[in-house]
């Protein structure tokens, strides 16, 4: 697939407000600071599609990005909130929720997770709700770049070793970086996959 066209539709505050034209979506969310606008101008090699910020917990709305007229790359605020009030911070979790629990045209999620870090409570709680809500996902190492070949093997090997704590089997995880673009065609092939019924 190549990505020829991708626009900016709209930033939604709830469900209500996305778009009713029911092509499918695919639905990117991470901890805030994973990297995920950067990933998502990656995957669009469109600079600045998404807002890059070096503040933590700058999306808080449902941002949704047409991609070659016929589906819907959707970037999601981060579930590790950044410093924000508790009413903000209940008001987008429930925004969270409710998209991945009832959007109908949301056909999979990317959790992007930091590849440096040792796993983080939050993802491995989040990834557990995903599972036992039954939302099919795919888990993206971010900025790998930054880890030598050894050491993102023990990172994944770390990831993997806590997931098996509560997974017969385990979750896809796809290294990838936005700024070598490690990644990239793989994300975009297994969404191809996806839309034409082969995943």
Known sequence: ????????????????????????????????????SSLVNMLTSR???????????KTRLINHFLVNEAWYLVDLPGYGF???SQTLRKKISEMINSYILKRKEMKCVFVLVDSRLEPQKK??????WLGEKGI????????????SAVELDK??????????EF???????????????????I????IDEILEGRL
């Open 1 to 36: 697939m190549r990505l020829l066209r991708v626009a900016f539709i709209s930033s939604a505050p709830d469900l209500g407000a996305c778009p009713k034209d029911g092509l499918p979506e695919f639905a990117f969310i991470g901890r805030s600071n994973v990297g995920k």
């Open 47 to 57: 600079r600045g599609v998404a807002k890059v910020s070096s503040t933590p917990g």
């Open 82 to 84: 950044a410093k924000i």
């Open 123 to 128: 993802d491995l709680d989040f990834i557990s």
């Open 136 to 147: 099919p996902f795919f888990i993206l190492f971010t900025k790998v770049d930054k880890l």
């Open 155 to 164: 990172s994944i090997a770390r990831f993997k070793k806590r997931l098996k």
């Open 167 to 185: 997974w017969e089997e385990l979750p896809v995880i796809v290294p990838t970086s936005s700024k070598t673009k490690e990644g990239r065609e």
């Open 187 to 190: 994300v975009i092939g297994m």
